[in-house]
């Protein structure tokens, strides 16, 4: 029924889609200028991951030696989710902070 249902839910034939929480994605980072942070962000940030039409928190994890991330950047990260979502290799979102897209991205990798 169509209350049993809510926004960013998959309907699919039992057992045809995985729920992930941990993946790797190359992703870029808005400037100032696109409407993007004004600041770099660290390991261990916490922004809201859109895809599709779902959004959940998730946590960065840099790759060793690199201690920050500057608007502008292209970079290679890993994510986890703080729920399981639906996702597979070459899937792409958005990074959202405070109301605003911060950056986007495309899953290389999904780990878990």
Known sequence: KREEIERGQVLSK????????????????????????????????????????T???????????????????NIEMEVELMMPIAMDKEVRFAIREGGRTVGAGVVTQVIA
């Open 55 to 73: 959004d959940v928190t998730g946590t960065v994890k840099l790759p060793g030696g690199v201690e920050m991330v500057m608007p502008g950047d």
């Open 14 to 53: 039992p057992g045809s889609v995985t729920p992930h929480t941990k993946f790797k994605a190359n992703v870029y980072v808005l400037t100032k200028d696109e409407g993007g942070r004004h600041t770099p962000f660290l390991n261990g940030y916490k922004p809201q991951f859109y895809f599709r039409t």
